[in-house]
């Protein structure tokens, strides 16, 4: 079974990133799919090697996904593949969560007649409001990304039978 251009294949790809380069997680990624279609017996021990072979050769995402073409994800076991945005949501969290504050402590400071200890609570409370909001924030995030199980069940409608 041969993969076309639009089918969901084995390999970390997706639109547009088959020209960027692979990483060593990727190849590894990759080489853990197709331990899992050998043991599926999928493939025979030599095209493992020769595959694994080209995995260690390959340099981008197209090259990978050549490797594991034929391979159908669903039942190669494989993950999904690392969000590529992930550094640029973790500067975004950083700024929200120290910058961010930071300024609107500044500009509630500004004027005369503020004492010590208001240069000290409302910092203090401005960063804690921003925290609270962004922890809230995440964790609703979460929660609406993974379904809960219902309670004492498995999940089947069995109820631990």
Same mark, same amino acid.
């Given at each position: /079974?041969?993969?076309?251009?639009?089918?969901?294949?084995?390999?970390?790809?997706?639109?547009?990133?088959?020209?960027?380069?692979?990483?060593?997680?990727?190849?590894?990624?990759?080489?853990?799919?197709?331990? *899992?279609?050998? +043991?599926?017996?999928?493939? *025979?021990?030599?095209? %493992?090697?020769?595959?694994?072979?080209?995995?260690?050769?390959?340099?981008?995402?197209?090259? @990978? &996904?050549?490797?594991?073409? #034929?391979?159908? &994800?669903?039942?190669?076991? $494989?993950?999904?593949?690392? #969000?590529?945005?992930? &550094?640029?949501?973790?500067?975004?969290?950083?700024?929200?969560?120290? @910058? @961010?504050?930071?300024? +609107?402590?500044?500009?509630? %400071?500004?004027?005369?007649?503020?004492?010590?200890?208001?240069?000290?609570? /409302?910092?203090?409370? +401005?960063?804690?409001?921003?925290?609270? @909001?962004?922890?809230?924030? /995440?964790?609703?995030?979460?929660? $609406?990304?993974?379904?809960?199980?219902?309670?004492?069940?498995?999940?089947?409608?069995?109820?631990?039978?």
């Amino acid at each position: /079974m041969v993969a076309g251009p639009d089918s969901e294949t084995a390999a970390p790809q997706s639109r547009g990133r088959g020209g960027l380069r692979a990483s060593h997680a990727d190849r590894e990624q990759v080489i853990g799919t197709l331990k *899992t279609a050998f +043991v599926q017996g999928r493939l *025979t021990e030599d095209e %493992l090697g020769e595959r694994a072979g080209q995995v260690y050769a390959s340099r981008t995402y197209a090259e @990978l &996904a050549g490797v594991t073409a #034929d391979l159908p &994800a669903e039942h190669a076991g $494989a993950r999904s593949p690392r #969000d590529p945005w992930r &550094a640029t949501k973790i500067a975004w969290r950083i700024e929200y969560s120290v @910058l @961010l504050p930071g300024i +609107v402590s500044l500009l509630l %400071l500004k004027g005369p007649g503020k004492t010590g200890a208001d240069v000290i609570i /409302m910092p203090t409370v +401005v960063y804690l409001l921003f925290w609270i @909001l962004g922890a809230s924030l /995440m964790i609703a995030s979460r929660s $609406a990304k993974r379904p809960i199980a219902p309670a004492g069940g498995t999940g089947d409608g069995t109820a631990g039978r």
